[in-house]
């Protein structure tokens, strides 16, 4: 100690003298002023000095300070007030902890799920710690690991907290942690560890102070509280002050500080792991500027859409490493935040499973131009390469042999920087839809590309003169489909549209099939019921042809009639505006009868084969035309009252792929149209 004291002394006298040097050199006064000749009678002044480089960075080093309990808006205050100057000398701004509410990233905003997340770059779906609960493991690489892999850094741990010493015990045993010290809630042990880590040079110490969130859970954000924080702004202070030394002894090293917390807390100071808005602020604080997507407004967000534009506590670990100049392999990355430094990535990556349960859709926030491109992997193989301000991409080629729940790790790189996503499909296999049904098909309306008969048999037109009840709108399959505005009526009370055949009546044929997407709100089926298509005037279901009628609680009823008698399949319900496919079955040469009924919610309806034991079949032409949300008169509504305040109410019904056959189609393929999620047109009718 003396000869250190004794070299202490010496540059302290060394420097004395230096400066006395230079106060003697700034008075002037001699007759060897070297200075240039006055001009003009104005000195020439002296020329500027060269500015010095910088050193040349020979290492990088990171000093990783966690300050579990400190809350952004207690950090925020304490800054503006002037009580915590050390922090203040860092560039402070909000982030998230907790992953993504209601996303499979969500986890509890407790102490060691927000551990694990600092140190692997990684949710709870990856790294599996989701509690607070003793003996648990992280399950994804973590920060030591990842900065050891293929270099020889030292890593080294000092916890405030037991339970981060012992989640960091396997860490040690696994050779990514030089040096571990549990401290034990003693502050002063934690800036005394981290200190001569620092001083040794190491490559990555993470130093955990725990006190504030004791603090806040014992009388909240009093007094108390903050005296603790002040305590630990002089304990960064220390920490600073280290580093400073240290890049004074070796002007190569290029230090980078970041300060933290594993999560927020509520307004009462206590850390309940809830997913709410004030859990899930935490900070980030750096020794430097960051890059876009930690960003410079330092307002507290007010909404969870506002939190989640920032940067996350995912966001460390990549940091660390990109600073460091290691990055993970691209074929295995699985870290789910964004390097803070640099050109920023994609941020606010997302999965969600596709409408048809065979793709995953991803959607992001890219900071690239269209000038770069994006690149998407998926388990290590590149799918596709897309424009520089791409944002979203749908992965169809996930194909299993098996319907169950599977997991894909998406990574999108932009600017040369991946991040990673766990997505999670529960997958069905899809059903193919039957080539088979082009096979009789009479008449075919996609909607697609507006009311048009693909096949040319037949034309829908408006009941109404002069006004058109008809518009296209958004199908299930990302297409269009019809809507029929019953409320929509002619003076004479016509409305709804017709199909109106080119050729033979289909109703006349040995077989014929009827069958259709259809979306409503059911209000229309009280009293007499509504008229979903019908040939026949639909006031008696026993007048000659057919009718699929709507009644109260969405039942459908299939019906046939020749004049005074009748046959019907009742009881069939779809639910209200869902899309659900009916189809009617009549096979004249042998006097059967089926109806079927999908729906998403009640499932599959069917009655197949009913004895047609009362309808004289060579009747089924009816009026010879057939209405849709109308019967075969086009004023089924005007004679049943037709408004609002009567019992049988005008009202909107949507369809899609509505097709006839000239023939009764099998369980089988009636089943693909519903089960495979596909329209028709793709059959190319």
């Known amino acids: 100690m003396r000869g250190q004291q004794m070299l202490w002394k010496k540059h302290v006298y060394a420097g004395c003298a230096l400066a006395l040097i230079a106060v003697l050199a700034g008075c002037g006064g001699g007759s060897d002023d070297a200075s240039t000749p006055p001009v003009d009678g104005h000195p020439t002044p002296a020329p500027t000095p060269a500015p010095t480089p910088a050193p040349a960075v020979t290492a990088r080093k990171v000093l990783l300070v966690e300050l579990d309990g400190l809350t952004y808006p207690q950090l925020k205050e304490g800054i503006a007030q002037g009580r915590l100057p050390n922090l203040a000398r860092l560039k402070v701004l909000p982030a998230y902890s907790g992953g993504v509410s209601g996303t499979q990233t969500q986890q509890p905003t407790l102490d060691t799920p927000g551990w694990a997340t600092l140190l692997t770059g990684t949710w709870a779906n990856r790294h599996q710690v989701r509690s607070d609960a003793p003996g648990q493991a992280m399950h994804a690489d973590s920060v030591f690991k990842l900065l050891k892999d293929g270099r020889s850094a030292k890593t080294a741990g000092v916890a405030g907290s037991s339970a981060l010493a012992q989640l960091l015990v396997r860490e040690q045993n696994a050779g990514r942690l030089d040096s571990l010290t549990d401290c034990a809630n003693v502050d002063g042990c934690v800036a005394d560890g981290a200190s001569a880590r620092i001083r040794d040079g190491y490559d990555l110490i993470y130093a955990q102070f725990h006190s504030p969130a004791d603090a806040a859970a014992s009388s909240g954000f009093q007094q108390g509280y903050r005296n603790v924080l002040a305590n630990l702004d002089a304990a ?34 206590s850390g309940d792991g809830l997913p709410t808005l004030d859990n899930a602020l935490t900070f980030i604080a750096l020794n430097r500027d960051g890059n876009a997507l930690l960003g410079s407004n330092d307002a507290v967000p007010a909404s969870f859409d506002a939190l989640y534009a920032r940067a996350s506590l995912a966001d460390i670990t990549p940091t660390v490493l990109a600073f460091a100049g290691k990055q993970p392999a691209l ?36 900071f690239a131009d269209a000038g770069r491109s994006i690149e998407i992997w998926r388990d290590g193989q590149k799918l596709q390469t897309l424009p520089g301000d791409a944002t979203a991409f749908t992965d169809s080629s ?52 507006g009311i048009t008969d693909v096949r040319g048999g037949s034309l829908l037109q ?83 042809g057919i009718a699929l009628g709507m009644f109260t609680g969405c039942e459908v009823r299939f019906n046939i009639g020749s004049g005074g008698v009748r046959d019907e399949i009742a009881g069939s319900r779809f639910s209200a505006n869902q899309w659900a496919y009916l189809a009617l079955s009549v096979d004249t040469a ?37 209405g849709l949300n109308e019967d075969g008169t086009g004023q089924y509504y005007k004679r049943n009252c037709g ?11 949507e369809f899609n792929d509505f097709a006839v056959w000239s023939r009764t189609l099998t369980l089988t393929e009636l089943r693909s149209i519903y089960a495979s999620n596909r329209s028709l047109t793709t059959l190319n009718p």
Not at 245 to 268: I, N, S
Not at 643 to 653: D, E, L, Q, Y
């Open 462 to 544: 408006n009941w109404a003169t002069g006004i058109d009840s008809g518009s296209l709108v958004a199908d299930a399959f990302g297409a269009k489909a019809l809507r029929v505005d019953g409320t929509l009526a002619d003076a004479s009370g016509y409305s709804g549209y017709k199909l109106v055949q080119n050729g033979a009546d289909f109703a006349g044929l040995s077989q014929f099939t009827i069958g259709f997407w259809l979306r409503t709100d059911c209000v229309m089926g009280t009293g007499n019921g509504a008229a979903i298509v019908s040939n026949k005037n639909y006031d008696s279901g026993s007048n000659p």
């Open 643 to 653: 408004t609002p305040s009567c019992a049988t109410p005008r009202g909107k019904m």
């Open 590 to 626: 042998n006097k059967k009868m089926s109806a079927y009924l999908f729906d998403p919610v009640i499932g599959e309806q069917k009655t197949e084969n009913k004895t047609i034991a009362n309808t004289d079949i060579s009747k089924l032409k009816g009026l010879g035309v057939l």
């Open 398 to 449: 996930v194909a299993q042999a098996a319907s169950g729940l599977y997991r894909f790790n998406y990574t999108v790189v932009a600017n040369g920087i991946p991040v990673s996503i766990l997505a999670q499909l529960d997958y069905v296999k899809p059903v193919v839809l039957e080539r088979s049904l082009t096979n009789g098909l009479l008449y075919f309306y996609g909607f697609d590309s």
């Open 236 to 269: 960064l202070g220390r920490l600073q002050a280290a580093v400073a030394q240290r890049t004074a002894a070796h002007p190569g090293e290029d230090w980078l500080v970041v300060v933290t917390a594993a999560h927020g807390l509520a307004k009462t100071g």
């Open 331 to 366: 074929a295995g990355h699985g870290i789910d935040g964004a390097p803070l430094l640099a050109d920023p990535a994609v941020a606010q990556l997302r999965s969600k499973a596709g409408s048809d349960h065979a793709s995953v859709q991803l959607s992001w926030r890219s």
